[in-house]
């Protein structure tokens, strides 16, 4: 299986070095991907945020990847987001962090075991 990095395939770059990993047969997301490929967009990932770390004289990086609309997914095909992030640069990645009690997080933990 083979992956393309693209930072020109249309999509609308938060920043400087915004990149896209894409593999290059379809799959909607995550949930389609065998283990094999997805092990290799992460390994990937690292790859290119290690030497673009450096190319780019970044701060840091975001990874992102959203699995289906409620999530954020506006694309229907698995793609990871590259993000070089700068000090102040006020990209906007944020969430409301909820609250999750204690019986919930035993509730889950129960049922993944």
Known sequence: MKML???N???EPGVKG???IIPKEHYRNLYDLDDE???KALVLAKKMICKMKDILGCDGYNIVQNNEEPAGQTVFYFHMHLIPRYEGDQVGLGWKMGELTEADKEEILNKIK
């Open 5 to 7: 990095i693209s930072c």
């Open 9 to 11: 395939s249309g999509f």
């Open 18 to 20: 915004h990149a896209l």
């Open 37 to 39: 490929l997805a092990a």
